[in-house]
């Protein structure tokens, strides 16, 4: 496949195609036709498809394993039949192997608790390579996953077709959401409800290095949330980002988002946490090890935060200071349906002097650009609800992916933050799996069936996952100019 770890100059990526930005909303596109059982693609096309048994889906990875490529997918609650059992089972975690893109194969299915949406299921996966003296045991494969509101549990996935369940860190929770798992370290941020915690998701540190034996290191969250605070309380988290000393949490997904930036080794390390306080830190505890937050106010959220490190903005390179900037993309989630609520985009905030964030630009999609069926009308949710969180050499500080529900995948130019471009999209055709999404207008529900897709990551080959909360399946899609 074409390599595009050698960043394009601006000019050329302007004028040449296929890494163009695509042409603004213009008269052709009211006479676009809109078949929701026909693929909607310009400037990337699909590779592969699996229908992931009709679960509906929350989360994918793609690993590599020795010589294989596995991807793995994380469901929100329901049931369905696992052909591979004959059992119809709760929704878990799909493992595939995809290594050949375009025929993914299922491998194992691993039930979650029972329950609807995200009461049950295994939304949240991540994945690390086994390594002696930091994490496991080289050459074997671990995986980290939510146990519905349960808890998170860590299976040995050396053999993806027979995973073995390793220890569970956590159970009898109340809630769970998306960890974060340092692969070099062992050391995992699981997201959940703590006992005596006034937030339903905040943060329960683990050292997770040895796979079967965790070990606890402290709870962490905003001011207002902890045990014994009083006055409000301040949004839950959504989910953390570690990138070398910092970490990053998104708080809030569509209202009253933050961005809070924290000194890693502080939050590890701090000298007055004694064993109660590493259960209820003082709100002193929780401010240690923060650098920066940036607030989003009520109307936006900060669902996934993604660091995009020495950014060169191609307008600035003449420029003796502040020619490389260090951004934070900001994806809110949409969570209404046909738009019955406030536009949620996608922010690039500038974290280049991490004590002063400040926002510089934004991307959205006009719901106009649908054609004859404006997104708004076509069913389920329109807007961003996540992006691509991998430090992917091919795509790290150019192209960003985006899930936009009903809109499907869309890939947008960053490398200049203060304007980003979209280059391509696919929106997948609906299936007989599809599942429909309603409204209730003046008393009366009516129900559509759309794409929803959710969220998606991409390998080192260059090829993007993405899953549909709708049931549809997960499909695997590349830029044009890249081959199969």
């Known amino acids: 496949m074409r390599s595009l770890s050698r960043v394009v100059p601006y000019a050329v990526l302007a004028l040449a195609l296929p890494w163009a930005p695509l042409a603004a909303a213009d008269d052709d596109n009211n006479n676009k036709p809109y078949n929701p059982r026909k693929a909607d693609a310009q400037g990337m096309r699909l590779v592969g498809f699996h229908d992931l048994q009709g679960r509906s889906a929350y989360q994918p990875i793609a690993e590599q394993q020795g010589n294989r490529w596995i991807a793995y997918v994380g469901h929100?609650?329901?049931s369905a039949l696992n052909p591979l059992t004959g059992v119809v089972e709760p929704n878990g975690t799909s493992i595939l192997d995809v290594t050949n893109p375009k025929k993914p194969v299922m491998l194992k299915h691993i039930p979650g608790p029972a329950g609807a949406g995200e009461a049950g299921g295994a939304q949240m996966v991540r994945m690390c390579p086994g390594v002696t003296g930091k994490l496991g045991v080289t050459g074997k494969f671990y995986l980290l996953r939510t146990n519905g509101t349960q808890g998170h549990q860590v299976f040995d996935v050396t053999d993806p077709a027979n995973p073995v369940l390793v220890s569970t860190?956590?159970?009898?929770?109340?809630d769970t959401h998306k960890n974060w798992w340092e692969c070099d370290t062992g050391i995992a941020y699981l997201v959940g409800a703590a006992p005596g915690w006034r937030s339903?998701?905040?943060?329960?540190?683990?050292?997770?290095?040895?796979?079967?034996h965790p070990v606890f290191v402290r709870n962490f969250g905003l001011p207002s949330q902890q045990p014994g605070a009083t006055g409000p309380v301040e949004v839950q988290l959504h989910g953390p980002y570690r990138l070398d000393n910092r970490v990053y949490f998104g708080y809030g997904t569509a209202t009253n988002g933050i961005l809070q930036i924290v000194d890693r080794d502080k939050l590890l390390n701090d000298p007055s946490l004694t064993p109660a306080t590493r259960l209820a830190p003082t709100a002193a505890q929780l401010l240690y090890p923060q650098i920066s937050r940036y607030d989003q106010g009520p109307t936006n959220g900060a669902h996934t935060v993604f660091p995009i490190m020495n950014m060169a903005p191609p307008p600035f390179q003449r420029f003796t200071r502040g020619a490389t900037r260090n951004i934070i993309a900001l994806t809110n989630e949409s969570t209404s349906n046909e738009c019955r609520e406030n536009p949620q985009l996608t922010y690039f905030i500038d974290i280049t002097t991490e004590s002063e964030p400040f926002g510089v630009g934004s991307f959205k999609l006009d719901p106009a650009s649908g054609g004859k069926v404006n997104f708004c009308d076509?069913?389920?949710?329109?807007g961003t609800h996540s992006s691509d969180?991998?430090?992917?050499?091919?795509?790290?500080?150019k192209i960003l992916w985006l899930a936009y529900f009903n809109a499907g995948i869309r890939a947008v130019d960053i490398r200049d933050p203060w304007a980003p471009k979209e280059i391509g999209h696919y929106i997948p055709a609906i299936t007989d799996k599809t599942d429909v999404r309603c409204v209730t207008t003046?008393?009366?529900e009516t129900c559509k069936t759309a794409i929803q897709t959710n969220n998606l990551d991409s390998d080192n080959r260059g090829y993007v996952y993405a899953v549909d909360r709708a049931n549809t399946g997960m499909h695997i899609v590349v830029l044009d100019g890249e081959d199969d």
Not at 201 to 211: A, C, E, G, N
Not at 389 to 397: A, L, Q, S, T
């Open 76 to 78: 929100h609650g329901g």
């Open 169 to 174: 860190p956590i159970e009898g929770q109340t």
């Open 200 to 212: 339903s998701r905040m943060t329960q540190i683990y050292d997770l290095s040895d796979p079967a």
């Open 378 to 382: 076509r069913g389920g949710r329109f």
């Open 389 to 397: 969180e991998r430090i992917n050499p091919k795509y790290y500080g």
């Open 442 to 444: 003046n008393g009366v």
